[in-house]
């Protein structure tokens, strides 16, 4: 049985807290919202993007003839084979109507792609326009350590505004 000390002390206590209103709970959290996976893609594309190409980097591209280049330590022959028309894309870019910084991310994430398909051979279609993509492209697919190299692509893939592209997969 209860102590009469304790019922008193419970009974005063219960006595000093008539007509007191409870605080309403204030839901403030005070940590950084969590980002939706697209966000987080987004940001990382981004990343990428900005980390392989610059506008600056100026590789030594011919200024007669088609556009190609090749990594140092490729094959000339994989060259000839990818001028040829010998591989085929498995994916294609199409960039008409893209700025510089879009068409930036969306060669990122297509060689992201290749590599995580497993896609040896892409086409990257930058049109004629004002020529503006047709001049950048090569200077940053040339930058990107995953690409072997690239050339004009042939007729049925879509001639001189379009680059085949060959990714280094393993």
Not at 4 to 28: C, H, T, V, W, Y
Not at 81 to 93: I, M, S
Request: proline letters at 5%; aromatic letters at 6%.
């Amino acid at each position: 049985m209860k102590n009469k000390d304790e019922l008193n002390d419970m009974e005063s206590f219960a006595d000093l807290m008539k007509g007191i209103k409870p605080l309403k709970q204030d839901k403030r959290h005070f940590r950084e919202a969590t980002k939706s996976r697209n966000v987080t893609i987004q940001r990382e594309q981004k990343i990428d993007a900005d980390s392989f190409f610059s506008d600056s980097y100026q590789p030594l591209l011919p200024h007669e003839g088609p556009m190609r280049w090749k990594q140092s330590g490729v094959d000339n022959h994989l060259l000839k084979r990818l001028r040829r028309g010998d591989f085929v894309p498995d994916l294609l870019l199409d960039l008409h109507g893209m700025r510089q910084t879009e068409a930036k991310l969306e060669i990122a994430a297509l060689i992201r792609a290749c590599i995580k398909q497993r896609v040896e051979c892409c086409s990257v279609m930058h049109g004629y326009g004002s020529g503006i993509l047709k001049q950048q492209l090569p200077m940053w697919l040339a930058q990107h350590p995953k690409v072997l190299a690239f050339h004009q692509a042939p007729k049925e893939w879509g001639s001189d505004a379009a680059l085949l592209v060959l990714i280094d997969i393993e």
